[in-house]
């Protein structure tokens, strides 16, 4: 039976989070400070200490009961934030079958480091879309995709669906 850990959380700095993931080859959870007024609410500094010129900033939506898993990369970071709704993160380390998985969203705000080459993925939690905001180290390439792919159901025993308990 596939057993899945919680990643590391670390409050503070996304720099010394990044520094972490890397030397350790797994995903690290920095927790964001939530700044609330009677105008709103925002989350600020988010990707401070980790950009880079060679680094791209993207969004996504992911429609309920989307999965989009597993991919890793040879070269590049990913940082998520997910801004609208809920997602479940799965990441897996394949040279010993470490896995993790996360929750991530409105209720949980915060940035998931993961680092290469953790083969890395998302569901939707609930009946709405996702919304990812996303900072990469390296810029996509559509001549040579620093990616690989294979299917979801591919890791045996991953629970992207509704866990009770």
Known sequence: MLQVHSPKSMPG???AAFEHAQQAGEPVFVPANLYADDRGWS?????????????Q????????????????????????ICLQGHL???MHRESDG???LAVIGE?????MVIPPPLWHGAATVGSESAGLLYYVTHAYNPQVPDEDRRAYDSIAGFPWGIRHG
Do not use: C
């Open 43 to 55: 989350l600020m500094n988010q990707m401070q200490g980790v950009m880079s010129p060679e680094g």
């Open 88 to 90: 479940k993160v799965g």
């Open 13 to 15: 700095g996304l720099a």
């Open 107 to 111: 209720k949980r705000p915060g940035v």
């Open 98 to 100: 470490k896995t993790w």
């Open 57 to 80: 900033i993207n969004y996504s939506v992911m429609y309920p009961n989307v999965i989009k898993a597993w991919h890793r990369h040879r070269l590049q970071t990913d940082f998520w």
